[in-house]
């Protein structure tokens, strides 16, 4: 774990720092002394030229290893703080790209003469980063140390050094030692206590040895029978239990917090019954506080008070692939985000320049460029027809030098994944929600009504999850909500939103946003009449949204998906978003395809919400595959476990994950 991190001018002035642990200042102060004032550096490091951080030797004082960087220009220098014990293989790529983020964002600050100090708020970029190559070291296989040669070498018998037998291991017997209950005594002179929960005196018939074998096929309640007796340790008296009259029924089993079950208690397993008006349990002295969400980390208020969703990673990214390409175009090899040549555009090296680009000359590329694309969890179809257009963007196109080529590949794949991500329609929900609750004051305008967003997907994508994300989105903007549970298949489905509406009530009751509740009507109902109810409940209560959970089903059972039909034509939703999750593969394309046909005639999809896209790294192409499939765009995207992890789609990072 990272200890400290300090941003210092050459002049001595600390910029910016963040400090996990406390560090004595004499480790920094150590350091500048040694590196830079009597110049103590050893061999290799170079302190003029601003190069990357693995070039620079590690400075080790007291139990602290520092690692550094530096800008000459900007006169900067970037130290890193950690253990000596411990191993961080990702600090030097932290100091390159904090290095990067910090003179993108910060450097005309410290180009103003007489500059002490600089306005800045750091904090995210950095967490962004340190959270990110944390992930990606763990996610890495860590190659373990080679032992040393005496480990390696087998130990002999002759060896002084273990003369003596190895203990036994607990629980197992040598050949020499008789089990507990034969009759040879033990030859440990001292007897083992005998706790005072002992076996009874009298064995019972469980305990009793036959010859005879006990028969393989025993009944369940034979074999539940035989462990009660066995795991029993009482007298034979506490064994007995009365025997239950014919009258009564089989008792429930009510399993505790730990996992184990008991009695049951007389108390109702059902909890989908409504505790009060709004199916919210207000109780809290059985409940943790919900932990405070700091809105302005996950988005930003525009002038007119709208919240919008703020994409720290791909600005982070941004920057570092600016820097990339500037470095690339400079004709440097290597550094910190790595060589300008990426995975596609390495495939056009053999291309001659000077020349005219023939179908021919694109072929084998064309080839490696959409294999290249699968192992990115693009569709075939998908991927043939990004190849499609940028062999129509390069043949006829003289080359020049390789460098031009390369941009010329980027610039004609990025054209052709933002004609198939780019969407037809607006996405601007905010203003969508509005023009419907509150449409302007004409004579042929509709009456205000609710805005009415279903969720549907398959099994175990995240569709309750996204939908209270979805929800804190629409609280953070004072829209009041209503979330109708139309799950009324999966068990636990009820309860998981009425966590999830309690949660968010008191965020927003905390923080005077708008209001939620939950309608419910429990489980083995009819979803669309209850979606239905839930609409009309919502205008005579004048909720602004009334966001739809529905069950989920395999994309392949005609049964189920024919229920969606009803359901639309019940609920009426202004839109309906489909929860697709990113490591589903090239299924996507089915799933996509049999839900935007599965709502009848003239009704389709009308966004998706991908899940779990933190879990794909750079395999982004269930997005491709299922824009391409329906046409339909995303919407937004799940990228973790925190009501305030949803994100927009950005197309241009997008691009740079593909051609990576």
């Known amino acids: 774990m990272l200890d400290s991190f300090e941003i210092l001018s050459t002049s001595g002035v600390v910029l910016w720092s963040k400090s996990y642990v406390p560090v004595s200042n004499s480790i920094i102060n150590g350091f500048i002394k040694d590196v830079f004032i009597e110049e103590k550096v050893l061999p290799g490091a170079n302190v003029a030229d601003d190069t990357s951080a693995v070039k620079n030797p590690p400075y080790k004082k007291e139990k602290y290893t520092l690692k550094w960087t530096s800008v000459k220009d900007l006169g900067l220098i970037f130290v890193a703080v950690y253990q000596s014990l411990l191993h961080l293989s990702w600090i030097d790529r932290l100091l390159d790209n904090i290095k990067i983020m910090f003179v993108d964002l910060y450097g005309d600050q410290v180009k103003k003469p007489l500059s002490s100090r600089v306005e800045c708020d750091f904090d995210g970029y950095f967490e962004q980063q340190v959270r990110e190559l944390e992930g990606s070291a763990e996610k890495t296989p860590q190659r373990p140390p080679l032992p040393a ?231 075939r179809e998908a991927a043939v027809r990004l190849c499609e257009g940028v062999e129509r963007e390069l043949i006829g196109v003289k080359t020049g030098n390789f460098e031009s080529i390369d941009s010329k590949i980027r610039a004609s794949l990025a054209s052709s994944l933002r004609k198939i991500l780019t969407p037809t329609t607006s996405l601007d929900i905010l203003r969508s929600i509005n023009s419907v609750i509150s449409p302007p004051s ?73 209001k939620v509740e939950l309608y419910e009507k429990g489980y083995g109902k009819d979803a669309a009449n209850i979606a239905k109810d839930a609409v009309s409940y919502a205008a005579s209560q004048h909720f602004d949204v009334v966001l739809i959970d529905t069950a989920g089903r395999r994309h392949n059972d005609a049964r189920l998906m024919s229920s969606l039909e009803k359901f639309a034509q019940f609920a009426k939703p202004d839109k309906i978003l489909m929860v697709g999750e990113a490591l589903v593969g090239t299924d996507s394309v089915a799933q996509a395809r049999s839900f935007n046909e599965a709502f009848g005639k003239g009704r389709g999809l009308d966004g998706f919400i991908i899940s779990k896209c933190d879990t794909v790294g750079d395999m982004v192409g269930t997005l491709v595959s299922m824009v391409h499939a329906t046409g339909i765009p995303v919407v937004f995207l799940g990228v973790g476990q925190h009501y305030g992890d949803l994100r927009t789609l950005n197309v241009e990072r997008t691009v740079g994950l593909l051609m990576q």
């Not at 009695?263 to 506080?289: H, K």
């Not at 042929?444 to 996204?466: M, Q, W």
């Not at 979805?470 to 009820?494: E, H, K, P």
Request: aromatic share 4%; charged share 25%.
């Open 149 to 379: 040669f005496d480990e390696l070498t087998p130990l002999s018998s002759s060896d002084s050094r273990y003369k003596e037998p190895p203990p036994p291991i607990p629980g197992f017997l040598t050949g020499k030692e008789k089990p507990a209950n034969g009759n040879a005594p033990f030859s440990d002179s001292t007897p083992v206590s005998t706790p005072d929960t002992s076996r009874p005196t009298t064995p019972s018939n469980n305990h009793l040895l036959s010859t005879k074998p006990a028969s393989k096929h025993l009944s369940r309640r034979a074999k539940k029978a035989a462990t009660a007796s066995n795991a029993s340790s009482g007298d034979e008296a506490s064994r007995k239990r009365p025997k239950s009259s014919k009258g009564e029924g089989k008792k429930k089993r009510v399993w505790g917090a730990e996992g184990i079950a008991d009695e049951d208690t007389g108390e109702q397993l059902d909890y989908s019954v409504s505790t009060g008006n709004d199916g919210i349990e207000n109780s809290s002295s059985n409940l943790a506080t919900t932990a405070p969400i700091d809105a302005s980390v996950h988005g930003t208020r525009t002038g007119k008070g709208q919240y919008v969703l703020k994409d720290l990673d791909d600005e982070v990214h941004s920057i570092l692939d600016g820097a990339n390409e500037k470095k690339g175009d400079s004709g440097s090899a290597g550094g910190v985000v790595g060589s300008s040549l990426s995975a596609i555009s390495g495939l056009f090296r053999n291309v001659v320049g000077g020349k005219v680009l023939t179908r021919a000359d694109l072929e084998k590329p064309m080839k490696g460029m959409e294999e290249h694309l699968l192992k990115k969890n693009v569709a």
């Open 442 to 514: 004409t004579p042929l305008s509709p009456s205000p009504r609710p805005y009415v967003i279903s969720i549907v997907g398959v099994n175990g994508v995240g569709k309750s999850t996204n939908l209270s994300k979805l929800a804190f989105f629409l609280l953070q903007n004072r829209f009041n909500l209503l979330i109708a549970a139309c799950d009324t298949f999966r068990s636990g489905a009820v309860e998981q939103l009425r966590v999830h509406a309690r949660n968010l009530k008191e965020l927003s009751e905390r923080e005077d946003l708008g």
